[in-house]
Structure formats: structure tokens, C-alpha cells
């Protein structure tokens, strides 16, 4: 399964090479780029009975012009949220212990996603979008536990395995190179629902 999903999402990105011949030969902007951008992402669903604070992270991508305003965008994303109290038990499956004292948590995902912008321009105004992503997450508990008379503070550290994400979103391109998109997740992971609502700050080269 594994496999499989980094195959097509590796032949999803590879998608836009007819575009970019055809863009090269049209002389219209440039078929690839790449860049940076800053992420916020906030937890959804089951996820934010397990995590509620906000994450923090960051990211890279490739993107393929492929004209008419369709953009294929390849992504390599991580966000880290932070640490925080949890003095009740709880937690998704396997993946926390009990009585945790505090958790924080991960993820790290490459996905594909195809843009697709409304405007007269190529790669500016209002643009809508849509992918997949092979999501890991990674949650680190401490909690107490006692061994004989003593209790100790125990800590706990779990990856899952990837994980197939479905992606929706929206954004704005202010120019060719700066756009802000809201994007949201959701995987399934032993009957629960991982969701996150991510906002993207990118800057393209």
C-alpha cells in the first residue's frame, strides 16, 4: 500500500511535463517553478480531541504550468504543534498512554495537489484546489506510572504509518510569486478521522 501511494503521487508530479513542452513552445511564463512557503495549521475532527493547540510549520514545493490556469503543485510539508497539559486520560488507538501529563505532536506529509485559477491571469487572483497527501503522524506522551511504591514519569513515542490524506481547498495569488491558501486534510487512521486546516504563505522563485 505504501508503495503504492508514493508511485502515483510520484506520477502525479512527473504530470506536467506534455504541459511544460507545450508552455516552453508557446512562450508563455514559466512552466516550472519552485518554492518555499510558512504554514499554520490548526487540528480537526478526532485530532483536535487529541491535540487542540495550533501548529507551526513549514514547507517546500515544485509546481508545473500547465496553462489555461491549471497548476500542478508537488509538496513536501512538516508542522509541529506544541506541547501542552492533558491531566485526564484519553488519546486515538495505541497511539498515547494512559494519564498523560503532557503530548505533543507532528506530521509530515508530501502531497499533490492541482490548482486550478478562476482570474483572466495565469497565476493570479482567486484559485481553487484539490489532492492527496501521504500523511505520518508522530505523538510523544509523558504520563506517570507506577512501578511498585514508586511512581515515575514515563515518556512515549509513536509513528504511524502513511497514511492516505484527501485535500480541498482555496486561496489567493496576489502575484506570480506570493499566493495565501486555506487547505483542509483528512485521513483515517483506526476508525478515527485525522483533520487539519492549514493556511499557506508561499513564495515561489
Known amino acids: 500500500m505504501k508503495l ?4 502515483g503521487l510520484a506520477a502525479l508530479a512527473g504530470a506536467g511535463g506534455p504541459g511544460r513542452a507545450l508552455r ?35 514547507g517546500l514545493f515544485a509546481e508545473n504550468n500547465l496553462g489555461s490556469g491549471v497548476v500542478i503543485q508537488s ?10 497539559n492533558q491531566p485526564a486520560a484519553g488519546g ?8 498523560p501529563l503532557t503530548l505533543s505532536s507532528d ?10 485559477h478562476l482570474g ?15 500523511i505520518r503522524f508522530e505523538f510523544q506522551t509523558s504520563g506517570a506510572v507506577t512501578q511498585g511504591a514508586n ?17 480541498a481547498g482555496f486561496g489567493y495569488a496576489f502575484n506570480p510569486a506570493w499566493s495565501l491558501a486555506l487547505r483542509y486534510t483528512t485521513a483515517s487512521l483506526d476508525g478515527t478521522t485525522l483533520a487539519t486546516v492549514e493556511t499557506g504563505l ?4
Do not use: M
Not at 45 to 52: R, S
Not at 107 to 116: A, F, N, P, Q
Not at 202 to 205: A, D, P, Q
Open 4 to 7: 503504492t501511494l508514493c508511485l
Open 24 to 58: 516552453a513552445a508557446e512562450g508563455v511564463g514559466p512552466a516550472f517553478r519552485y518554492g518555499v512557503q510558512l504554514l499554520g495549521a490548526a487540528p480537526a475532527q478526532d485530532f483536535k480531541n487529541l491535540d487542540n493547540r495550533v501548529g507551526v510549520g513549514a
Open 75 to 84: 509538496r513536501l510539508d512538516y508542522v509541529s504543534y506544541s506541547q501542552y
Open 92 to 99: 486515538i488507538a495505541r497511539y498515547t498512554i494512559a494519564n
Open 107 to 116: 506530521t509530515l506529509s508530501v502531497g499533490v495537489d492541482l490548482h486550478k
Open 120 to 134: 483572466l491571469g495565469e497565476q493570479d487572483g482567486w484559485f481553487v484546489l484539490a489532492g492527496a497527501s501521504a
Open 151 to 167: 511512581t515515575v514519569v514515563a515518556r512515549y513515542k509513536d509513528k504511524t504509518p502513511l497514511t492516505l490524506g484527501l485535500d
Open 202 to 205: 508561499s513564495y515561489r522563485f
